[in-house]
């Protein structure tokens, strides 16, 4: 399991930064919680790691590259739990030079069998002709009333380098590429009717399992290839063991010594380090009206005993003077950030005042835990120097998130 980003079209440094931390990240990943974002990569760019990665819970997105494949062949379900734009479970958009030969020719998309988002707009090129791989199930955002899958792509006139229709080894079946296996993977409208989900053979014995999203190569909850709800220990069920059951026998309910916990969609005995315990699943920061309390090395949601107290959560510190005629940044309404003492998501510098050339209004910083995105990311300013910050090592400080590092010329 790997966390995804929420990054947009933005970049860290540059490509190379980029691809760096992507390759770090995805590398012998299997299900990335959150989304996957593929952006600005050049045609010379090595992005087999990508080719581990099974099941996305958020959206993937890939724009503004030039690569002519992209190599998710492994990627069998994107849940959507976040859109792109609130939009877009898959978005592509924008790959391919417009003065140039290089750009993107194959989705690489060979066992996706489930979006659980309808189809809105997609080239005829790679548009299923029916709603078999992208079913519609609005469970995972049912305040959107329609989200949608879609390519986008250029106008008519810039430059498209799409190939021709699907390979006719695929006879009507749609495809993602030229290639004979490239063909769409039929695990629904080829059922059975007796069947009330996919399977993996046309005859009535041959169901997939209720619990099973993506397709199967058997008819047990441990023959899926993904899972709609949770996967617990291989096996897919509709909730993880909760922390509590009722005992029948004392009409009471009693602890579960077999209870796991909601970590995305699987069920892990422990949370993450850098995760809270909240009630039966795994977050990273408390709802409102309780408030993070550690206990037995564990750290917990409790209920508020008066106020709860605001935690500080992330800062994005620019200047968008030059957008919204907003003015610079005041150094020193900067000191505010004496009394920050610990972080839970992250640190983004994009702006600083070129009279400060260090970070010392953190100076009583201990720690970023970095529940999402990266420890500290600050973006290139040759100005600022690292000096003023004071972290604290301690056994609650992640220490194996990755720092972003500046091109040597901004060091």
């Known amino acids: 399991v790997c966390t995804g980003t929420h990054n947009g079209l933005s970049m860290s440094g540059n490509s190379?930064?980029?691809?760096n931390l992507m390759k770090e990240r995805y590398n012998n990943c299997n299900i990335v919680m959150g989304n996957i974002e593929v952006n600005m990569m050049e045609h010379t760019r090595d992005l087999s790691f990508l080719q581990s990665i099974k099941e996305v819970t958020g959206y993937v997105l890939i724009a503004v590259n030039q690569f002519s494949r992209l190599p998710l062949d492994n990627l069998r379900l994107i849940r959507g739990t976040t859109l792109y734009e609130d939009r877009y479970a898959l978005a592509v958009m924008l790959n391919y030079q417009k003065y140039g030969q290089h750009g993107l020719q194959e989705l690489g998309l060979t066992t996706l069998t489930d979006i659980y988002c309808k189809i809105h707009q997609i080239?005829?090129?790679?548009?299923p002709r029916t709603e078999e791989k992208f079913p519609i199930n609005n469970r995972s955002s049912p305040h959107l009333l329609s989200p949608t899958l879609i390519f986008k792509t250029p106008s008519i006139d810039d430059k498209i380098l799409f190939p021709e229709p699907c390979n006719e080894a695929c006879q009507d079946v749609p495809c993602w590429g030229p290639e004979s296996n490239s063909c769409q993977t039929l695990t629904k409208t080829i059922c059975?009717?007796?069947?009330n989900s996919r399977c993996f053979g046309r005859n009535p014995?041959?169901?997939?399992?209720i619990e099973c999203a993506g397709g199967c190569k058997g008819s047990l909850d441990t023959d899926c290839f993904a899972c709609k709800n949770f996967n617990n220990s291989g096996s897919c069920v509709p909730q993880c063991p909760q922390t509590l059951?009722?005992?029948?026998?004392?009409f009471k309910m009693e602890r579960n010594p077999n209870a796991k916990y909601q970590y995305g969609s699987i069920c892990v005995a422990h949370c993450p380090k850098h995760f809270v315990v909240d009630d039966s699943s795994c977050v990273s920061n408390c709802p409102a009206d309780k408030t993070e309390v550690k206990r037995n090395g564990v750290k917990r949601c409790e209920p508020c005993k008066g106020l709860c107290p605001k935690g500080n959560q992330c800062f994005t510190i620019k200047n968008l003077d030059e957008y919204n005629r907003i003015p610079a940044l005041d150094p020193e309404k900067l000191k505010v950030f004496n009394t920050v003492e610990e972080i839970t998501d992250f640190l983004g510098i994009q702006s600083w005042p070129e009279s400060l050339s260090d970070l010392s209004v953190f100076s009583n910083l201990r720690t970023i835990q970095g529940r999402t995105l990266y420890k500290l990311n600050v973006h290139s300013l040759p100005h600022l120097l690292f000096q003023g910050l004071?972290?604290?090592h301690n056994e609650d400080?992640?220490?194996?998130?990755?720092?972003v590092a500046l091109p040597e010329e901004d060091k």
């Open 390 to 392: 004071r972290f604290t």
């Open 192 to 195: 059975a009717p007796q069947c």
């Open 205 to 209: 014995n041959e169901c997939c399992h």
């Open 123 to 127: 080239p005829s090129h790679f548009s």
């Open 397 to 403: 400080q992640v220490s194996d998130l990755p720092w």
């Open 16 to 19: 190379e930064i980029q691809y």
């Open 245 to 250: 059951i009722y005992n029948e026998h004392t």
